[in-house]
């Protein structure tokens, strides 16, 4: 009695984290019956017509199940799987490998022969297809450029692979776009106008939209903004680039480069400093205190010296000669004794001296305080 066999393979998405495998399903027809008449046995084998390549498309080594996918075994090659009378399909499977390259679909074709004792042996071969959804690996560089008119922040995006030409793929668009990460502020430290360049900074174009059509022809693209001299008194700032590559059907890459603006202010002045006192009157838990402020954010840390100058209260009689600084607005006190650490981007303090009562009958007293401001590189204010 003749009889025939199908093999049918499946369809999956290399990288998947739900179907890591190809399929196939082995069944058979016994003169219209869909179960083997008596024991049969299975020789397997993977096809050379396959365009999918061993090793690196899909694992070599072969799993079967005769339980529907309940439970695998690995097949050898050049063995055979025995069926029981009554079987009425077969299962096969082998895991694929995510190989991070830009591929089309690629097929597994499996080969399949089925001996059935006095029925005779069956051959069919069975074709599975993997979809890739890889897009090349990006990586970003940025450099360091020292503030100045005329001058760019760079980064140089490179791609881990050439692009496949469009007319296969269709063409992936490469998106630029400076993050709120970035310590620089566009339009003020940069310009928000980014410019790309094929041929290695021998020309440039403008990114319109925020993107470019990648060429496919080319494997590393250069990117820059223009400086703007602000002459603000700033510590060195940054521009992170994130570059973001994609195409329908695929999964988007993504990497991301830092670019430093060096501060070319480095012998500038220091914001100015201004103190403003209060009025208080003598009397335990009392407080002489002091507005410490900034004539703009600190540009970069520095440091305060305090002191006390020439007032005519008496420092151990009228006051404390001890300081407290504030920089919450007065919600907690530390007490001084050194120059005090100032971050960037400071405005402003608060320095207290604890009144003393000396239950002298006296007119009213003056507490003066000195304040220098400082920094590495800069001039004391």
């Known amino acids: 009695m003749a009889f025939l066999i199908y093999l049918d393979g499946n369809q999956t998405t290399e990288g998947s984290s739900t179907n890591r495998y190809v399929t196939w399903t082995l069944g058979w027809d016994f003169d219209g019956s869909a179960t083997l008449p008596e024991p049969a046995s299975v020789s397997l084998g993977f096809s050379p017509r396959s365009t999918a390549t061993s090793g690196s498309d899909y694992a070599p080594d072969l799993q079967v199940s005769t339980d529907g996918g309940t439970t695998w075994i690995a097949y050898s090659p050049g063995s ?5 009378a009554g079987s009425t399909t077969m299962l096969a499977r082998a895991l694929v490998l995510d190989d991070r390259l830009m591929e089309g679909e690629e ?21 599975a297809r993997i979809t890739d959804t890889d897009l090349p690996d990006l990586t970003v560089v940025g450099s360091s450029v020292t503030e100045s008119s005329g001058s760019f922040a760079e980064w140089t995006v490179s791609l881990s692979e050439k692009l496949p030409s469009g007319e296969r793929f269709g ?32 020309s440039w174009q403008d990114v319109s939209g925020g993107s470019i059509t990648v060429n496919p022809a080319y494997q590393t693209i250069r990117v820059r903004a223009a400086i703007l001299d602000d002459a603000a008194i700033e510590a060195n700032e940054t521009i992170v680039l994130a570059a973001t590559l994609s195409l329908p059907g695929r999964v988007s890459t993504t990497a991301s480069g830092t670019a430093v603006i060096l501060d070319n202010d480095t012998t500038s002045e220091l914001p100015s400093v201004a103190i403003t006192g209060n009025s208080v009157a003598e009397g335990a838990g009392n407080f002489a205190q002091w507005t410490v402020s900034l004539g703009s954010p600190m540009p970069v840390a520095g440091s305060l010296a305090l002191s006390f100058g020439s007032g005519s209260a008496t420092a151990g009689a009228d006051f404390a000669n001890a300081l407290q600084v504030s920089t919450d607005g007065g919600t907690t006190w530390t007490a001084y004794s050194s120059a005090l650490s100032i971050p960037a981007n400071t405005t402003s303090l608060l ?31």
């Open 80 to 84: 055979s799987v025995s069926l029981s």
């Open 351 to 381: 320095v207290r001296a604890a009144v003393l009562d000396d239950a002298v009958y006296e007119a009213s007293e003056t507490v003066v305080l000195n304040a220098t401001l400082s920094a590495t590189g800069r001039t004391s204010s």
């Open 171 to 202: 063409f992936a668009r490469l998106r630029l776009q400076p993050q709120a990460s970035s310590t620089a502020t566009a339009d003020v430290d940069y310009s928000s106008t980014l410019q790309y360049s094929y041929d290695n900074g021998a």
């Open 107 to 127: 097929t597994v074709i499996l080969d399949a022969t089925v001996t059935a004792g006095a029925q005779g042996s069956a051959s069919a071969s069975g074709e």
